[in-house]
């Protein structure tokens, strides 16, 4: 699939919410995302330049079609929800990314990094030993010892 053609009047912004959310819909592949809207842009195909920018995109719309499931009757009772579901998620290897998008979903305003990672610390979740499995393991020290973690995390999933 073809990336939608950037409009005269769009700034770079917006025309990358469009394309990614276009082709996000039509089910497209973060990498064949990228790709197609490199070529639409006439950079680089690899889309490799596009990581920053296309991807956040991308996993902002993966979490917000998967909302996290929050139930209760009073305030408290729905944050400590939110909060188990959060940390739920992310311990079956969810992007910090995606999670945030999916809490977004669920509460209707956005959630930030640093948000999403205190509601999973208020879960019980430990953050020194919470690896998705992707990227380095600076913000999890705890599993820097152990070099099957990755396999362990595939053979989970």
């Known amino acids: 699939m073809t990336a939608p053609k950037i409009r005269k009047s769009e700034d770079r912004s917006s025309y990358l919410a469009r394309a990614v959310g276009a082709l996000y819909g039509?089910?497209?592949?973060?990498?064949?995302?990228?790709?197609?809207?490199?070529?639409?842009?006439g950079e680089d195909p690899s889309g490799n330049g596009l990581l920053g920018s296309v991807d956040p995109i991308y996993y902002r719309l993966a979490g917000?079609?998967?909302?996290?499931?929050?139930?209760?009757?009073?305030e408290k009772a729905r944050a400590s929800s939110?909060?188990?579901?959060?940390?739920?998620?992310?311990?079956?290897?969810?992007?910090?990314?995606?999670?945030r998008g999916s809490a977004e979903a669920a509460i209707g305003r956005r959630v930030?990094?640093?948000?999403?990672k205190?509601?999973?610390?208020?879960?019980?979740?430990?953050?020194d030993a919470s690896y998705a499995g992707r990227g380095t393991r600076i913000?999890?020290?705890?599993?820097?010892g152990d070099v099957a973690l990755p396999a362990k995390i595939a053979a989970a999933s």
């Open 26 to 41: 039509a089910g497209i592949a973060l990498p064949a995302t990228r790709k197609a809207i490199a070529l639409a842009l």
């Open 64 to 74: 917000l079609s998967s909302p996290l499931p929050v139930s209760g009757k009073t």
């Open 82 to 99: 939110l909060a188990k579901a959060l940390r739920k998620r992310r311990d079956a290897g969810v992007r910090w990314e995606v999670l």
């Open 112 to 116: 930030s990094d640093a948000e999403a």
């Open 118 to 127: 205190a509601l999973y610390a208020t879960a019980g979740g430990d953050l």
């Open 139 to 144: 913000a999890a020290p705890k599993t820097r």
